[in-house]
């Protein structure tokens, strides 16, 4: 797969055997890329668009936004992707950068809830460096789309599923994200560091609510548009067994939104990264760029300017409005209605607990 990394045509495998490969026009990639994702999609698809700050921070500011939320090619109307492209054109005429949800939306909302079953199972791979890892991968289970995003030189890779994944099935009494798992199993097959942290695919982007760049679309970090380079249209997809099933479970993978783990004596909790209690404390999910709408009731805060976890804290954040932040327990007591600084004693225990109860953990003892 890598004699066209670096070719400006996008190649097609049609049915019959068939290749087709040209350069194609911008737009026509978007067509393709959406039309591949969601041809078969009967709920809906996200559409996302954001803009770059004065320090080229980029800000998705549409997942909340209803209209960015439109039928999928099996919901029965004829025009579904001249509706989305009437976005797309416009945002782009504006300078945004354009997204797409690869996974179909229940309800009109960017967040983890509204995503019940996905078709495609997806990794992005920053750093071109890296690529030959997903090369090899690719030999032993080819995949239906290659999209370089037009940054830093990496490729999101796309498996078209036979069937849909349903995410969230009850086993036992627990229910277990069946998307998160699969989509760990290969980002940590790809590579791992000695700490076993994935260091290939990025293990962010597996979120089943995640928006991936548009193909045909402009990069605003370089300028350059994200090209469609591989589309495999032979509408065959993988059986998920046949794809992951021979893979490991990583030695680190715990299933989401299992039965209560217990939080160790010396405060499990502490360790938790914002982005992962941030949604179960506010209803919201921060954005891919890790920003939200500020918590603090006092502040009316119609950009979202708190910074959630990323860097240097990843346990922290921090509203850059009004300086309200904190961990795990200030945000806690914030979403209550308290204070976000001084808590100790009686309010801290309270506040605390809220926290584990919302993110189905028990202190120890
Ligand atoms: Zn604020």
């Given at each position: 797969?890598?004699?066209?990394?670096d070719?400006?045509?996008?190649?097609?495998?049609?049915?019959?055997d068939?290749t087709?490969?040209?350069?194609?026009?911008?737009?026509?990639?978007?067509?393709?890329?959406?039309?591949?994702l969601?041809?078969?999609?009967?709920?809906?698809?996200?559409?996302a668009?954001?803009?770059?700050?004065?320090?080229?921070?980029?800000?998705?500011?549409?997942?909340?936004?209803?209209?960015?939320?439109?039928?999928?090619?099996?919901?029965?109307?004829?025009?579904?992707?001249?509706?989305?492209?009437?976005?797309?054109?416009?945002?782009s005429?504006?300078?945004?950068?354009?997204?797409v949800?690869?996974?179909?939306?229940?309800?009109?909302?960017?967040?983890?809830?509204?995503?019940?079953?996905?078709?495609?199972?997806?990794?992005?791979?920053?750093?071109?460096?890296?690529?030959?890892?997903?090369w090899?991968?690719?030999k032993?289970?080819?995949?239906?789309?290659?999209?370089r995003?037009?940054?830093?030189?990496?490729?999101?890779?796309?498996?078209?599923?036979?069937?849909?994944?349903?995410?969230?099935?009850e086993?036992?009494?627990?229910?277990?994200d069946?998307?998160?798992?699969?989509?760990?199993r290969?980002?940590?097959?790809?590579?791992?560091?000695?700490?076993?942290?994935?260091?290939?695919?990025?293990?962010?982007?597996?979120?089943?609510s995640?928006?991936?760049?548009?193909?045909?679309?402009?990069?605003g970090?370089?300028?350059?548009?994200?090209?469609?380079m591989?589309?495999?249209?032979?509408?065959?997809?993988?059986?998920?067994s046949?794809?992951?099933?021979?893979?490991?479970?990583p030695?680190?993978?715990?299933p989401?939104?299992?039965?209560p783990?217990?939080v160790?004596?010396?405060?499990?909790?502490?360790?938790?990264p914002?982005?992962?209690?941030?949604?179960?404390?506010?209803?919201t999910e921060p954005?891919?760029?890790?920003?939200?709408?500020?918590?603090n009731?006092?502040?009316?805060?119609?950009?979202?300017?708190?910074?959630?976890?990323?860097?240097?804290?990843?346990?922290a954040?921090?509203?850059?409005?009004?300086?309200?932040?904190?961990?795990?327990?200030?945000l806690?007591?914030?979403?209550?209605?308290?204070p976000?600084?001084?808590?100790?004693?009686?309010?801290?225990?309270?506040?605390?607990?809220?926290?584990?109860?919302?993110l189905?953990?028990?202190?120890?003892g």
């Amino acid at each position: 797969m890598t004699d066209y990394i670096d070719r400006p045509e996008t190649k097609i495998l049609l049915p019959g055997d068939r290749t087709w490969e040209q350069v194609m026009q911008p737009r026509d990639q978007s067509v393709a890329h959406l039309k591949m994702l969601h041809n078969d999609t009967e709920d809906l698809v996200e559409l996302a668009a954001g803009s770059r700050d004065k320090d080229g921070r980029l800000r998705v500011f549409t997942r909340e936004n209803p209209s960015y939320f439109l039928p999928g090619g099996a919901a029965g109307l004829e025009l579904w992707r001249d509706d989305i492209m009437q976005l797309v054109d416009s945002h782009s005429l504006a300078g945004d950068e354009m997204f797409v949800g690869p996974t179909a939306r229940t309800y009109a909302q960017g967040t983890k809830a509204a995503v019940t079953s996905s078709n495609w199972l997806w990794v992005d791979i920053d750093n071109p460096q890296r690529l030959d890892a997903l090369w090899g991968f690719l030999k032993a289970k080819p995949c239906h789309m290659l999209v370089r995003t037009g940054g830093s030189g990496g490729v999101h890779a796309y498996w078209k599923l036979k069937t849909p994944l349903r995410i969230d099935t009850e086993v036992a009494g627990k229910s277990i994200d069946w998307l998160d798992r699969a989509h760990k199993r290969i980002i940590w097959h790809l590579g791992t560091d000695e700490h076993d942290k994935p260091n290939v695919a990025d293990p962010v982007a597996r979120d089943r609510s995640r928006i991936l760049r548009l193909a045909g679309t402009v990069n605003g970090k370089t300028g350059r548009h994200a090209q469609l380079m591989f589309l495999d249209a032979r509408n065959e997809g993988w059986g998920i067994s046949d794809l992951v099933g021979d893979l490991p479970d990583p030695s680190s993978w715990t299933p989401r939104s299992a039965t209560p783990r217990t939080v160790r004596a010396g405060g499990e909790w502490q360790t938790i990264p914002a982005d992962q209690y941030w949604s179960a404390l506010t209803g919201t999910e921060p954005t891919e760029s890790g920003w939200a709408r500020c918590p603090n009731p006092a502040h009316d805060d119609t950009n979202p300017s708190c910074r959630v976890g990323g860097g240097a804290s990843p346990q922290a954040w921090f509203c850059h409005s009004c300086g309200a932040g904190g961990g795990l327990v200030q945000l806690a007591s914030v979403v209550n209605g308290g204070p976000h600084s001084g808590l100790r004693g009686a309010e801290f225990k309270r506040s605390l607990q809220f926290a584990l109860d919302r993110l189905g953990l028990k202190p120890a003892g």
